[in-house]
Every structure is written in structure tokens, then in C-alpha cells.
């Protein structure tokens, strides 16, 4: 379960070092200094230990995913995009036009495509789900 929380706990710091090199592996461009700046949640397995990441930033009319991260052993069981369709649909009410993600790597890539992504046409390198009025 995914729950929304207000700062970098030691808990997440220690997440993101332990995960380091598998989040760099498929987010090569991400920056842990632009959390500061982010909405923060993080995804709970049964145990209660920290499974997973999801940032993102409000930019004027865009939302800007910094993070969507999961470990391994949570990945392709539907975790991700039980979380996002929701959160997704609140982004669209509240007049967001579009979801922004970067990253070049297949595994990600294939995930933001059954997600609705597509490459972008304005914004080089990145991946957008543009919202239908």
C-alpha cells in the first residue's frame, strides 16, 4: 500500500542507499537533491518494510515523476499502476494536462507504455500520458 508522507525519513534514506544502484540503473538521470521539492510516497509490502518510491513535482500545468521506483521483487505484479490509474484520474480532475517521465531504459519504458505514455513530442528524451477533456 502506498501512503503519502511529508519528508525524507531515515527510513527512505536508507531505502534509496540500499537501492541505489538499481534505481540509477533505470532512472540515470535521477538527482535525490530534487526530493526536497517533490510530493513523496512510499509503497509498504506486507511486512511494513519499504517496497518502493513514487515522487513527483506540480509544475504549472504538468506533473513532472522524478521517482517511480520499485524494488525487484515487487515489480509486474500490478502494484505500480493500482497506484497510479487513481492517482492519475485526481491529477486529470484538478486540471493537470499531462504526466511527464524521463528515462531510456526498456524496463521502464515498457511500463509507462501499458501505463498510456508515449514519447514525448515536445519535450526530447522524456515520456508523457497527456489527459483527454
Excluded at 518510491?53 to 506533473?63: H, N, P, S
Excluded at 484520474?89 to 504526466?99: A, H, I, L, S
Aim: hydrophobic share 40%.
Amino acid at each position: 500500500m502506498y501512503q503519502k508522507v511529508n519528508e525524507i525519513t531515515v527510513e527512505i534514506s536508507n531505502f534509496l542507499d540500499q537501492w541505489e544502484d538499481d534505481i540509477l540503473s533505470i532512472f540515470t538521470d535521477f538527482e535525490r537533491e530534487e526530493l526536497v521539492f517533490c510530493d513523496l510516497y512510499v509503497y509498504k509490502d506486507e511486512s511494513g518494510g519499504i517496497g518502493g518510491l513514487f515522487f513527483f513535482q506540480e509544475k504549472e500545468d504538468l506533473i513532472l515523476i522524478e521517482l517511480d521506483y520499485l524494488t525487484p521483487e515487487h515489480r509486474n505484479k500490478g502494484i505500480g499502476a493500482a497506484f497510479l490509474s487513481p492517482l492519475f484520474d485526481q491529477f486529470k480532475k484538478r486540471g493537470f494536462k499531462k504526466v511527464i517521465a524521463l528515462t531510456g531504459e526498456q524496463i521502464q519504458l515498457d511500463y509507462l507504455s501499458q501505463l498510456g505514455f508515449k514519447e514525448s513530442r515536445t519535450h526530447a528524451g522524456k515520456f508523457e500520458r497527456v489527459f483527454t477533456q
